[in-house]
């Protein structure tokens, strides 16, 4: 389960990581 987690905040990093770089 805590592992799940951590993979999810990862995910979510890159994903907003994306989007700045798109904006830009």
Do not use: H, P, S, Y
Not at 5 to 15: H, L
């Amino acid at each position: 389960m805590k592992r799940l987690r951590v993979e999810m905040k990862e995910i979510t990093a890159e994903q907003r990581e994306i989007k700045e770089g798109q904006r830009q």
